[in-house]
C-alpha cells in the first residue's frame, strides 16, 4: 500500500495505507498539507478520529485547527478533541470543563463519561471519580474489556482508601551508645574518665497512613509512627518515640499539599534522667511535641520535583533540669529536589533549616545556651542495576551555632557535623514484600570544645517492608 505523508509546519508524520479509502484521490507524490486536507474533509475527520487515541497532542492540535476551518466542522468532535488535547497536556481543571460540555446524547457518551472519570482520577477527585465510574458501569450492554478497565481504575480508588503501612527493622551495632567524648582534658586540669561503651541492640521503624476522600481535591489524612532503638544489656540507652499527625490535604495532578497538627512523645531509658525511674508509659515520657507541619510536593517536570516541609514544633521535658533549660519552641524547614535520569537512577539535593529558641533565655544570670541555629546540606543517588541490585548513598554536612558562652570556655560552642550512609539490596532476595538490605553509617561531630565531639558509626542488614 502507498503511504500517505502529512506535512505540517511542525512536524511530519507518516501514515499508512489504513486511511487511503477515505481519500478522493492522493496528490502528487503521495504529501499531503494543509491546504490538500482542506480539500478532503472526509479524510481530515477521519484522522482526527484516529488522533483522539494517539496520545500526540501536538499532532491532535493540528488537525483540530484543520478540521475547524473546514466548511461544516463537526461541533462535538471539536469538543472532543479541545478536552484530550486539554487532557493530554495535563490542564486537568479545563480538560474536566470541556468534557461536561459534551452532550449525554452523543454516541460516543459512555466512552466520554469514561475519560472524565479518568480526568478526574488524575487530578485528585477521588470521590468524584468513583462515582462516575459506578455510575457508567451500572449500565447494560458495556463490553467485557470496558468493564475489566472500569475495575482497574476502581481498585486503585480503594487502594488510596485503605490504610497503608511501612516497617522496618534492623541490628545495631553501637560503638559509642553512651555518646561519649573523645579523651580530654579541660585547661589542663580536668580530664574525661568516662569510655565510650559498646552495644548490641535493634532498631526499629514502624508507619501507618490513611486518607479519607473528601470533596473535590481535598481530604483528610491521619499519619502514625512508631520508632526506636533497644539496646541488649544497655537498656538505661534505650530510646523510643511515637508520633501522630492529623489534619487537612488537597492533592491533584501536579502538586500535594497537607497542614497537619502533630503531637509526640519520646520515650527514653534511665540516662535520661537525673535519677531512675520506674514508669515507663506514655504520661511519664521524656519529653513531650506538640506543634504543627505544613508539607509541599511539586512535580516541576516529568523527572523532577520538589518537596518542602516547615514545621514548628514546642517541646516539653519531664525533669525539672532538662524542662528549665530545654523547654522551647523549634522552627525547621527541609527542601529536597530530585531528579530521576531514566527509570533506573536518582539523584537529590537537601537543604536544613533549623532553629531552637528556649523558653527561658538565662538561667540565672547566665545565657541559655541550649538555643541554637543550625544550616545544613545533603545529596543523594540512588540506582537500580539490570541484574536487580539497588545501590544508595548519601552525603550531610551541616553547622550548628549555639547562643551564648559554651560551658567551660568564653566562646559560643560552633559544631560541624557530618554524616555518610550506603546501602546496598538485591531484588531476588525479596520475601513476601520484605525486603533486606545491607546498610552502613558513619556521623561525625567536631567543635572546638573536645567535651561536644561525637563519633558514631553502625552497619548491618536490616529488612524494610511496604503494605
Avoid at 460516543?108 to 470521590?127: P, S, W
Amino acid at each position: 500500500m502507498p503511504h500517505l505523508m502529512l506535512r505540517t509546519a511542525w512536524q511530519t508524520i507518516v501514515f499508512f495505507g489504513c486511511c487511503a479509502a477515505a481519500a478522493a484521490s492522493p496528490p502528487p507524490q503521495g504529501v499531503w498539507d494543509d491546504a490538500a486536507l482542506m480539500q478532503q474533509p472526509a479524510l481530515l475527520e477521519n484522522l482526527l478520529y484516529r488522533a483522539l487515541d494517539g496520545g500526540d497532542a501536538r499532532l491532535l492540535a493540528s488537525l483540530a485547527d484543520s478540521y475547524r476551518r473546514t466548511a461544516s466542522p463537526d461541533p462535538v468532535l471539536l469538543l472532543r478533541a479541545d478536552a484530550v488535547q486539554l487532557r493530554l497536556n495535563k490542564r486537568l481543571d479545563e480538560a474536566e470543563q470541556a468534557y461536561r460540555r459534551l452532550p449525554a446524547a452523543y454516541p460516543d457518551a459512555v466512552r466520554d463519561r469514561l475519560d472524565l472519570a479518568a480526568v478526574l482520577f488524575e487530578n485528585g477527585k477521588i470521590r468524584e471519580a468513583d462515582a462516575e465510574f459506578a455510575a457508567v458501569s451500572a449500565q447494560s450492554g458495556l463490553p467485557a474489556a470496558v468493564r475489566d478497565n472500569i475495575n482497574v481504575f476502581r481498585r486503585a480508588i480503594d487502594r488510596q482508601k485503605q490504610w497503608r503501612f511501612a516497617a522496618t527493622f534492623r541490628p545495631v551495632y553501637d560503638h559509642n551508645v553512651n555518646q561519649a567524648p573523645p579523651p580530654h582534658c579541660i585547661k589542663d586540669a580536668y580530664c574525661t574518665r568516662t569510655r565510650a561503651q559498646r552495644a548490641y541492640g535493634a532498631a526499629y521503624a514502624l508507619g501507618a497512613e490513611k486518607r479519607l476522600p473528601l470533596r473535590g481535591k481535598h481530604g483528610v489524612l491521619l499519619r502514625l509512627h512508631q520508632g526506636g532503638t533497644f539496646y541488649f544489656g544497655h537498656k538505661d540507652h534505650n530510646e523510643a518515640a511515637a508520633r501522630a499527625d492529623l489534619g487537612w490535604q488537597y492533592r491533584d495532578a501536579r502538586r500535594e499539599w497537607a497542614w497537619l497538627p502533630f503531637y509526640q512523645a519520646h520515650l527514653a531509658g534511665n540516662a535520661s534522667f537525673d535519677a531512675p525511674r520506674p514508669q515507663r508509659t506514655l504520661p511519664y515520657a521524656y519529653r513531650h511535641d506538640a506543634g504543627m507541619a505544613v508539607h509541599w510536593h511539586e512535580r516541576l517536570t516529568p523527572s523532577s520535583s520538589a518537596r518542602l516541609t516547615v514545621e514548628r514544633r514546642f517541646s516539653r521535658y519531664r525533669e525539672a533540669a532538662h524542662a528549665r533549660r530545654l523547654n522551647g519552641t523549634q522552627d525547621a524547614a527541609t527542601l529536597v529536589l530530585g531528579k530521576h535520569f531514566g527509570t533506573h537512577t536518582a539523584v537529590f539535593g537537601s537543604y536544613r533549616a533549623v532553629r531552637f529558641q528556649p523558653a527561658r533565655e538565662r538561667i540565672g544570670t547566665a545565657q541559655n545556651n541550649a538555643a541554637f541555629v543550625f544550616h545544613g546540606i545533603g545529596a543523594g543517588w540512588t540506582q537500580s542495576w539490570r541484574n536487580g541490585l539497588h545501590t544508595q548513598l548519601s552525603l550531610d554536612y551541616g553547622v550548628r551555632r549555639y547562643r551564648g558562652i559554651a560551658a567551660f570556655d568564653t566562646q559560643p560552642q560552633r559544631n560541624r557535623e557530618y554524616a555518610f550512609g550506603a546501602g546496598i539490596a538485591h531484588r531476588k532476595l525479596q520475601w513476601r514484600g520484605w525486603q533486606p538490605m545491607l546498610h552502613y553509617r558513619y556521623s561525625r561531630t567536631r567543635s572546638p570544645q573536645p567535651w561536644a565531639e561525637r563519633r558514631r558509626h553502625d552497619a548491618g542488614i536490616g529488612v524494610a517492608a511496604d503494605f
